[in-house]
Nanobody, 121 residues
Framework: QVQLVESGGGLVQPGGSLRLSCTAS????????MAWYRQAPGKERNIIAS???????NYPNSESGRFTISRDNAKNTVYLQMNSLKPEDTAVYYC???????????????WGQGTQVTVSV
């Protein structure tokens, strides 16, 4: 069974920084595409950034100036460095990954449980 577990969320003041981590565990052959999403109260879940297995990054919603996605393949972990945080960044942040299982059992999409980020004075 594969699990994604996020950590690093919390309360931070405007202008502050946080680094989120998401580690995949379980029976894994290969982790392919990984991404971070966020969902603010009453709003839909939106993608922040994605990273390929080779390290190519994409920021569909122009957050590359403040947010940086990275990964450590040896640790099955993806990170999201968030700087210059604003109150509007308050949301639950979710990790997402496409993971191939051993013995050609297929590739599936997984979500973490989410970690709360609150930006407030």
């Amino acid at each position: 069974q594969v699990q994604l577990v996020e950590s690093g969320g919390g309360l931070v003041q405007p202008g502050g920084s946080l680094r989120l981590s998401c580690t995949a565990s379980g029976s894994i052959f290969r982790i392919n595409h990984m991404a971070w999403y966020r969902q603010a109260p009453g709003k839909e879940r939106n993608i922040i950034a994605s990273i390929s297995s080779g390290g190519r990054t994409n920021y569909p919603n122009s957050e590359s100036g403040r947010f940086t996605i990275s990964r450590d393949n040896a640790k099955n972990t993806v990170y999201l460095q968030m700087n210059s945080l604003k109150p509007e960044d308050t949301a639950v942040y979710y990790c997402n990954a496409d993971i191939s299982l051993p013995e050609s059992s297929g590739t599936y999409n997984y979500w973490g449980q989410g970690t709360q980020v609150t930006v407030s004075v």
